[in-house]
């Protein structure tokens, strides 16, 4: 087994957070996605944000230190998330917890007002089973998520990759960013304008964005609160 085949295994993290248990973003720090969070997420909830595969990185720190309140961080390493709750056992609006994004049981439906995701998803699209997992992560991100909650997804996937895969089974309207690779951070008014500017999702877009390899994607999913409310009636007649 490749090592990329093998990052839906629980041991190969845990081997490899065992090697480098230093700070580690992948793809983007907050610094250059905060414009966009701000758009989605106001800095003045008090509801629970979920930050799903979140191995070692500082970007739930940085989400703490530009005001939010309350952010829970799993991943599925126990290496990872010992060593987080090492780090910041003084910061008691961070929650570490091991947990597998394919079934997080341990949380109630509709608890969280947000769900981020950077390279999560993608890991689980290069391991065994490739597509059954990821489905899975989808439907539980659904599940876990409030009535207008928002699933952020920052990934390598262009839409002809990734957009049959997030509409699958799921009825929440979807709205789509892009940031380079080397944007670091939202250093001047014009880049944060357009990150924040949402790109048309049409069929040119679907069959040409993937010959844009120097972007992340940001696929921002947006719950669709009829259906809870459908759900809530049809379990309360």
């Known amino acids: 087994m490749s090592s990329t085949q093998a990052y839906g295994e629980e041991w190969y993290w845990d081997k490899r957070y065992e090697q480098e248990s230093g700070p580690f973003d992948w793809y983007q720090k907050y610094s250059s996605l905060s414009p966009l969070l701000h758009l989605y997420i106001p800095q003045s909830t008090t509801t629970s944000l979920l930050v799903v595969g979140c191995g070692t990185s500082a970007f739930s720190e940085s989400m703490v230190d530009d005001g939010y ?116 951070e939202a250093s001047s008014e014009h880049q944060a304008q357009e990150l924040t500017s949402p790109v048309p999702l049409n069929d040119e877009t679907s069959l040409t964005a993937g010959k844009t390899p120097d972007v992340h994607y940001i696929y921002v999913c947006i719950k669709d609160d009829s259906r809870v409310r459908l759900g809530s009636k049809l379990s309360n007649p």
């Open 69 to 184: 309140e309350n952010v829970v961080n799993i991943d599925i390493s126990s290496v990872a998330i010992q060593t987080m709750r090492q780090r910041y056992s003084n910061r008691p609006q961070l929650k570490y917890i091991k947990m597998d994004v394919r079934d997080m049981s341990a949380f109630q439906s509709d608890s969280f007002v947000a769900v981020i995701d950077k390279g999560t998803l993608d890991s689980l699209l290069c391991g065994h089973k490739s597509r059954e997992n990821a489905a899975k992560m989808l439907v539980e991100v659904d599940r876990v998520l409030k009535a207008n909650g928002v699933y952020i997804l920052v990934t390598y996937g262009a839409p002809n990759y990734r957009l049959h895969l997030l509409r699958e089974g799921h009825s929440w309207s979807i709205k789509l960013h892009v940031i380079g690779k080397a944007f670091l």
